[in-house]
């Protein structure tokens, strides 16, 4: 082998060590996360349970984060949590209809309680709800209405 060959394989070895080095810090030097806590009422009670869901909008780039609600709080972890910009809220929350229903791959004839999603579109799939996320560690408190049942 002459001296060039030698060269070529010792580039591409320091190459690859390189890249490898690189990627293994890349997720900690990845976009800054913030926090996010808050509470989520209904008609002036607590969510009982749910979910909450925030998605980059309006050029923020950065993985959609969310956690769960309990009692009308939550905690999205700054690991975890969104990145610094806009983000479209989504929240849902689900109960019980009482009625019974088969549930596919459990076993013919088992039955399991349904539940329903009860919030109006509005909050989740067709929501207009921003947070624009500024800070490490942030606060977001929503209230919000059922729309009154048809008589």
Same mark, same amino acid.
């Given at each position: 082998?002459?001296?060039?060959?030698?060269?070529?394989?010792?580039?591409?070895?320091?190459?690859?060590?390189?890249?490898?080095?690189? !990627?293994?810090?890349?997720?900690?030097?990845?976009? *800054?996360?913030?926090?996010?806590?808050?509470? +989520?009422? =209904? &008609?002036?009670?607590?969510?009982?349970?749910?979910?909450?869901?925030?998605?980059?909008?309006?050029?923020?780039?950065?993985?959609?984060?969310?956690?769960?609600?309990?009692e009308g709080m939550f905690v999205v972890r700054q690991d975890r949590g969104?990145?610094?910009?806009?983000?479209?809220?989504?929240?849902? !929350?689900?109960?019980?209809?009482?009625?019974?229903? *088969?549930?596919?791959?459990?076993?013919?004839? +088992?039955? =399991? &309680?349904?539940?329903?999603?009860?919030?109006?579109?509005?909050?989740?799939?067709?929501?207009?709800?921003?947070?624009?996320?500024?800070?490490?560690?942030?606060?977001?408190?929503?209230?919000?209405?059922?729309?009154?049942?048809?008589?």
């Open positions: 082998m002459n001296g060039r060959g030698s060269l070529n394989v010792n580039a591409t070895r320091w190459l690859l060590v390189g890249i490898v080095c690189f !990627a293994g810090c890349s997720a900690e030097n990845g976009p *800054a996360r913030s926090r996010v806590v808050g509470r +989520v009422n =209904v &008609d002036g009670h607590p969510l009982p349970s749910g979910m909450i869901r925030l998605t980059p909008i309006e050029g923020t780039r950065g993985p959609t984060a969310g956690a769960s609600i309990a969104p990145v610094r910009g806009k983000h479209r809220v989504e929240i849902r !929350a689900y109960r019980q209809t009482g009625r019974k229903v *088969a549930e596919p791959g459990l076993g013919e004839g +088992v039955l =399991v &309680d349904e539940t329903e999603q009860y919030l109006p579109a509005h909050y989740n799939d067709e929501s207009t709800l921003v947070l624009d996320v500024r800070e490490r560690s942030q606060t977001f408190d929503v209230d919000l209405t059922l729309e009154p049942s048809a008589p």
